[in-house]
């Protein structure tokens, strides 16, 4: 299709009209709902043409709507991409592809069509800098379908993805959870405008996600510092070919006290290593540091930090200069956005470093158990299937093995057989529901199985994610409710089975 768009350029260099052409291939002819699609986007020259010639980082999204069995809209990023403009010409944007999902309502024996709403293309001029955003915006021709695909089967049960209650704050890692995805699929999260489009991964720039064999998610997920006003927006999960959706609120940090700052120690001989620390600064932003004499002069040493999302700072500075007596604190270069901390320069020989250390050998993983055996009791015979409970004996996980392993603690259940060693109770008739909890000076967090019936599969009642980037550990306790469910007539007598719980 051929729309007309009007694209507005970064760093005032206007606005642009014109037509351009537009494909989409998908991968899937029929998808069912909720299910994962593909998209191939090829752009025709854009009527935006760049006042200069250089070379950018550009990484091209489209935003589109659906029609049909499914409403809504859905965008489509690409990966970044080095280009070489040159002045008076298109950017010549290479074709990209993306992943998305439709809705999991959408209506099965129908077809979705989709519609071009918005092109926007990221420009950077250099690998990580501050992306200059071009959005192209049809204003004709957007009701012709770019592309569409047929709905059949059944989307199943829905996946979840559980957000953080309350406000979160541009910067902070967000630990989710979530439940119901395709098993051991690659997760991505992706955060939507309120109406639940305009989804985009790159309001995350950070992620740490991963689905276990029980399609269980968890995980981190960083909000970016900028781009992203205060409000309501739809946190979008995908693993494999389900989807889950949750509303967040976002609201940035906004200081209601002074600016505040201390060193400690505050005092100290040439070349102290004091640790400055500071809250109710400007969140997600840069303060430099540096020594001065009792004059306010600046010496030399300045060194910059940056605040975390809550608008604090720790960091170490060493004073090397005899006539300091502060060390200034401060938001660029301005002269009420900043705090001195008074030091005093103790006079003396030079401290004498003694070099400490500790070798932490690394401990092993194990488990112990509160109990030694369940039972339900005695239930009475009545013609109706009855359901009893009794919990499991607490297991106690120790993971003392000091690296960044992960575990899992799996059950399996033998039939419950009567005395005679004939009738029988099949496993099935036993489900649980686990409940597990990490000790508050663990390392890591504990995942919680799914419930479920129990059975010769093993089937996982808590478990800790691997995590390269740090340490894992910790004390973990792993509860669970145990419920039987009687058949209709059985012989009379007590029936044994075995319960076995493994941790690898």
Same mark, same amino acid.
């Given at each position: 299709?051929?729309?007309?768009?009007?694209?507005?350029?970064?760093?005032?260099?206007?606005?642009?009209?014109?037509?351009?052409?537009?494909?989409?291939?998908?991968?899937?002819?029929?998808?069912?709902?909720?299910?994962?699609?593909?998209?191939?986007?090829?752009?025709?020259?854009?009527?935006?043409?760049?006042?200069?010639?250089?070379?950018?980082?550009?990484?091209?999204?489209?935003?589109?709507?659906?029609?049909?069995?499914?409403?809504?809209?859905?965008?489509?990023?690409?990966?970044?991409?080095?280009?070489?403009?040159?002045?008076?010409?298109?950017?010549?944007?290479?074709?990209?592809?993306?992943?998305?999902?439709?809705?999991?309502?959408?209506?099965?024996?129908?077809?979705?069509?989709?519609?071009?709403?918005?092109?926007?293309?990221?420009?950077?001029?250099?690998?990580?800098?501050?992306?200059?955003?071009?959005?192209?915006?049809?204003?004709?021709?957007?009701?012709?379908?770019?592309?569409?695909?047929?709905?059949?089967?059944?989307?199943?049960?829905?996946?979840?993805?559980?957000?953080?209650?309350?406000?979160?704050?541009?910067?902070?890692?967000?630990?989710?959870?979530?439940?119901?995805?395709?098993?051991?699929?690659?997760?991505?999260?992706?955060?939507?405008?309120?109406?639940?489009?305009?989804?985009?991964?790159?309001?995350?720039?950070?992620?740490?996600?991963?689905?276990?064999?029980?399609?269980?998610?968890?995980?981190?997920?960083?909000?970016?510092?900028?781009?992203?006003?205060?409000?309501?927006?739809?946190?979008?999960?995908?693993?494999?070919?389900?989807?889950?959706?949750?509303?967040?609120?976002?609201?940035?940090?906004?200081?209601?006290?002074?600016?505040?700052?201390?060193?400690?120690?505050?005092?100290?001989?040439?070349?102290?290593?004091?640790?400055?620390?500071?809250?109710?600064?400007?969140?997600?932003?840069?303060?430099?540091?540096?020594?001065?004499?009792?004059?306010?002069?600046?010496?030399?040493?300045?060194?910059?930090?940056?605040?975390?999302?809550?608008?604090?700072?720790?960091?170490?500075?060493?004073?090397?200069?005899?006539?300091?007596?502060?060390?200034?604190?401060?938001?660029?270069?301005?002269?009420?956005?900043?705090?001195?901390?008074?030091?005093?320069?103790?006079?003396?020989?030079?401290?004498?470093?003694?070099?400490?250390?500790?070798?932490?050998?690394?401990?092993?993983?194990?488990?112990?158990?509160?109990?030694?055996?369940?039972?339900?009791?005695?239930?009475?015979?009545?013609?109706?299937?009855?359901?009893?409970? =009794?919990? *499991?004996?607490?297991? /106690?996980?120790?993971? $003392?093995?000091? #690296? &960044?392993? !992960?575990?899992? %603690? @799996?059950? +399996?259940?033998?039939?419950?057989?009567?005395?005679?060693?004939?009738?029988?109770?099949?496993?099935?008739?036993?489900?649980?529901?686990?409940?597990?909890?990490?000790?508050?000076?663990?390392?890591?967090?504990?995942?919680?199985?799914?419930?479920?019936?129990?059975?010769?599969?093993?089937?996982?009642?808590?478990?800790?994610?691997?995590?390269?980037?740090?340490?894992?550990?910790?004390?973990?306790?792993?509860? =669970?409710? *145990?419920?039987?469910? /009687?058949?209709?007539? $059985?012989?009379? #007598? &007590?029936? !044994?089975?075995? %319960? @076995?719980? +493994?941790?690898?």
């Amino acid at each position: 299709m051929t729309p007309t768009v009007s694209c507005v350029l970064p760093a005032g260099q206007g606005t642009f009209t014109g037509p351009q052409d537009v494909t989409m291939a998908l991968d899937k002819a029929t998808v069912a709902p909720g299910g994962a699609l593909t998209g191939t986007v090829t752009l025709g020259a854009s009527p935006a043409v760049s006042n200069f010639s250089l070379s950018i980082w550009a990484t091209p999204s489209i935003t589109l709507n659906m029609r049909g069995a499914a409403t809504g809209s859905v965008t489509i990023t690409g990966p970044e991409q080095k280009i070489d403009v040159v002045a008076g010409q298109s950017p010549p944007i290479q074709p990209y592809q993306g992943a998305f999902n439709v809705p999991v309502g959408a209506t099965a024996g129908g077809k979705v069509e989709f519609t071009v709403v918005k092109m926007v293309t990221d420009a950077r001029l250099a690998p990580g800098s501050d992306p200059l955003p071009t959005v192209c915006t049809v204003t004709a021709g957007g009701d012709a379908a770019v592309a569409d695909v047929s709905v059949e089967g059944s989307a199943g049960q829905p996946a979840t993805v559980n957000a953080p209650d309350g406000d979160v704050r541009p910067g902070q890692p967000l630990t989710l959870t979530g439940s119901g995805f395709t098993p051991n699929a690659a997760a991505q999260a992706a955060l939507c405008d309120a109406d639940g489009g305009n989804c985009l991964t790159e309001r995350f720039v950070s992620q740490a996600l991963s689905v276990d064999g029980q399609g269980n998610l968890s995980g981190t997920a960083k909000l970016a510092t900028a781009g992203l006003p205060d409000g309501a927006y739809v946190l979008r999960v995908t693993g494999g070919d389900k989807e889950g959706r949750d509303g967040l609120s976002v609201k940035a940090f906004v200081p209601t006290d002074p600016r505040a700052a201390q060193a400690v120690p505050n005092t100290g001989p040439l070349g102290t290593v004091t640790a400055v620390s500071g809250t109710n600064w400007t969140p997600n932003a840069s303060v430099n540091l540096v020594q001065v004499d009792k004059d306010g002069l600046a010496g030399s040493g300045t060194i910059t930090v940056a605040t975390d999302y809550n608008g604090a700072f720790t960091t170490p500075y060493t004073v090397t200069d005899a006539a300091t007596t502060q060390i200034r604190v401060r938001e660029g270069i301005s002269s009420s956005k900043r705090v001195f901390v008074p030091f005093t320069v103790a006079t003396g020989p030079p401290p004498l470093p003694q070099p400490t250390t500790v070798t932490m050998a690394p401990g092993a993983l194990t488990m112990t158990q509160a109990g030694g055996g369940i039972s339900f009791g005695t239930v009475t015979l009545n013609g109706t299937v009855q359901q009893v409970k =009794a919990p *499991l004996n607490q297991i /106690t996980v120790v993971d $003392a093995r000091g #690296g &960044t392993l !992960g575990w899992s %603690l @799996t059950g +399996t259940m033998t039939d419950l057989v009567a005395a005679n060693g004939v009738d029988k109770i099949p496993a099935g008739n036993i489900s649980w529901v686990p409940a597990c909890a990490a000790a508050p000076t663990s390392l890591s967090p504990v995942t919680t199985g799914s419930p479920g019936p129990l059975g010769t599969t093993a089937v996982t009642l808590c478990g800790q994610n691997p995590d390269t980037g740090k340490a894992t550990g910790g004390r973990f306790t792993a509860d =669970a409710e *145990l419920t039987l469910s /009687t058949p209709e007539f $059985a012989a009379a #007598g &007590t029936y !044994g089975g075995t %319960l @076995t719980i +493994t941790l690898v």
